[in-house]
């Protein structure tokens, strides 16, 4: 209904996040910034925190969207509710790295050498 009164393209409120709607607030603009900065300095891993609804999801699939895949290698983990070995291997999935029946260390090394590949 708001699509045709305002002239939009598509919906721009749904519950997964569209990089299309990215709006670069000065505030979005500062943590591009900051994150464009900890990929091009190889800072491994970036954290991005904020309030429901102020975008950082929004923001990180913008930034995927620009991340040079011939140059970076990157992955997004939206998951909060991990235990730590779980997290591990959801990180080594995102890479396509292979974890069944790898431990926490052979998991670790897993990904350290899909890393340094």
Same mark, same amino acid.
């Given at each position: 209904m708001f699509e045709t009164h305002y002239g939009l393209t598509g919906r721009p409120f749904q519950l997964t996040p569209d990089p299309r709607f990215y709006f670069e607030s000065a505030t979005h603009r500062k943590a591009m910034s900051y $994150? !464009?900065?900890? $990929?091009a300095q190889g800072e491994g891993f970036i954290i991005?925190? !904020?309030?429901i609804g102020a975008g950082k999801s929004t923001l990180v699939a913008h $930034?995927?969207?620009?991340v040079d895949k011939a140059r970076l290698t990157a992955a997004q983990i939206v998951t909060t509710q991990l235990k730590g070995d779980d997290l591990l291997?959801?990180?080594?999935?995102?890479?396509?790295v292979a974890t069944a029946g790898l431990d926490k260390t052979g998991t670790l090394a897993a990904i350290e050498h899909f890393l340094h590949t």
């Open positions: $994150l !464009g900065y900890g $990929l991005i925190t !904020g309030e $930034l995927m969207q620009t291997h959801m990180v080594a999935s995102s890479f396509g």
